[in-house]
């Protein structure tokens, strides 16, 4: 009798749990009650006044809201709190406001926050969590991490405590604590989607991704882990709504500090710089290499006067790996080298000629303008060769507008033969290299391309409008 009765509270059990799973998983679920409520006084909201806005908030591809559909909630929402164009319209008066997030770092009254927020800002209003408001100084900017570190004169100010994102994980939970669209101090939850996420406009930038609901306000808030640790500053969205689509990027908070420190003490932020123009390693181009596996930075230019030429780094050599750490895409370089200490050295591991080998790199300091001015321009024509290429020489003028800084390469007039255009070789191409052969003119690229070995993936360098680039050309067979 008695196993009876065990066998029937058993059973009893795994029923209730059938019947009943959703309550069961939600007593797994994090609880963020206490973590927002002991957070939340250090978390600040910001407004700015500011005669024009220039590039504020445009960091989350707001729409133009004639775009949204009519009568679109999110368009009334986005009209009543941001204006026409997806900014922050006052009552009154001719001055247009900003709203934004931060949180503070020190006890003396400095705060964080993106620089997006603060930018071009003739006033900046910061607002407490118990309503005390403060006018805050910028202490300093930087554009290319988008941090902002700024100051209120007070005192003994509640502070966040500072985690580390490199201990995150894939999956793991995050809180955010914002001000979107103005509502102060809201709570959003979410979990960690993927780490040292770059953008196509943040060369520098390791993003931490989450799915955690952000939106305009939502910049420079902080991001928590299940520790009430700050690990990230909420800084951009993905979105084609101009509200939340589930993909938000977060400036992970030990690239912040740095930033801060260096702001604080020195007024501006320095940066490690190789001085190479690089891109992703394709499974063509790997075939090309002789490499199993595409991975690694491919050099396409090295930039005269530059660390890199000085090292005797060459194009077409592939960065395998930095002091140490292995590179398995082009976008993790940047960010390795750029929080690099400047005139120090650093080895760079290459794969050259099917042979990889170390070499010593000494630093340099990442200049302010490195844009190139780069222009196309043409050339008498000559005849074609077996890839349907019509080339000719490179004129000085145009030598002179790109930079090059030899007087090697041929300018391509015409692109006809299959395998040229499934390569994507343009009309007004610059090729400076085929097959790891430098062209010296004409006469020496149509020999060299007599010379290619038939139906082989052979590794091509052009420069173009938008830089230097490899492309994998397929050579047909004969």
């Known amino acids: 009798m008695r196993a009876n009765k065990i066998l029937v509270h058993f059973l009893s059990l795994v029923m209730l749990g059938l019947l009943f799973p959703a309550s069961i998983q939600a007593r797994d679920l994090p609880n963020f009650a206490d973590l927002a409520e002991e957070n939340a006084p250090s978390v600040v909201n910001i407004s700015t006044k500011q005669k024009s806005l220039g590039r504020n908030l445009q960091r989350f591809n707001i729409p133009e809201l004639e775009d949204l559909p009519e009568g679109s909630p999110l368009g009334e929402l986005m009209k009543k709190f941001f204006g026409n164009h997806g900014f922050p319209m006052p ?9 934004g997030s931060g949180f503070i770092i020190s006890e003396d009254g400095y705060i964080l926050t993106n620089n997006h927020v603060v930018d071009e800002a003739d006033q900046i209003l910061v607002r407490m969590n118990d309503r005390r408001e403060f006018v805050a100084e910028v202490v300093g900017k930087d554009e290319r991490s988008d941090i902002a570190l700024i100051k209120i004169d007070a005192e003994d100010l509640p502070v966040v405590e500072i985690g580390n994102s490199k201990q995150l994980r894939v999956g793991e939970w995050v809180l955010a604590i914002g001000s ?8 959003t939850a979410g979990i960690v989607s993927a780490k040292g996420r770059n953008l196509p406009s943040e060369n520098y930038v390791p993003f931490i991704q989450t799915d955690v609901a952000i939106n305009p306000g939502n910049s420079g808030g902080p991001l928590f882990n299940l520790d009430g640790k700050v690990v990230g500053i909420n800084s951009q969205i993905y979105s084609r709504s101009g509200g939340f689509m589930g993909l938000s990027f977060a400036i992970p908070i030990e690239m912040a500090i740095d930033v801060a420190e260096q702001l604080k003490t020195r007024g501006r932020v ?10 992703d390693v394709t499974n063509d181009l790997a075939d090309s290499f002789g490499m199993r596996h595409p991975r690694g930075a491919l050099i396409a230019r090295v930039l005269p006067d530059s660390p890199s030429e000085a090292a005797g780094l060459q194009v ?11 590179i398995a ?16 050295p650093a080895t760079v591991k290459i794969l050259r000629n099917g042979k990889t080998k170390e070499i010593e790199v000494n630093i340099g300091e990442l200049p302010a303008d490195e844009e190139l001015e780069l222009a196309s321009n043409q050339a008498p024509k000559v005849s074609e060769n077996r890839l349907g290429l019509m080339v000719s020489k490179v004129s000085p003028q145009l030598r002179k507008q790109l930079r090059l800084s030899s007087q090697r390469g041929v300018v ?19 090729i400076v290299m085929i097959n790891q052969q430098e062209v010296e003119g004409v006469e020496h690229f149509n020999q060299l391309v007599k010379e290619l070995p038939a139906d082989k993936t052979v590794p091509l360098l052009v420069h173009r409008n938008t830089g230097p680039i490899f492309l994998a050309l397929r050579v047909p067979e004969e």
Do not use: M
């Not at 320095?270 to 891109?279: H, K, P, S």
């Not at 077409?316 to 292995?326: C, K, M, S």
């Open 91 to 99: 009552d009154e008066g001719p001055e247009k406001r900003s709203l």
């Open 180 to 187: 979107p669209f103005g509502f102060d101090h809201s709570v």
């Open 270 to 279: 320095t940066r490690g710089w190789l001085g190479v123009l690089i891109q």
């Open 316 to 326: 077409g050599d592939v960065i395998l790996e930095f002091n140490g750490t292995r």
């Open 329 to 344: 895409t082009s976008s993790e370089l940047p960010p390795l080298v750029g929080s690099s200490n400047v005139d120090k």
């Open 412 to 430: 391509v007039d015409s692109a006809t033969g299959q395998a040229a255009r499934e390569a994507g070789i343009q009309q007004g191409d610059i």
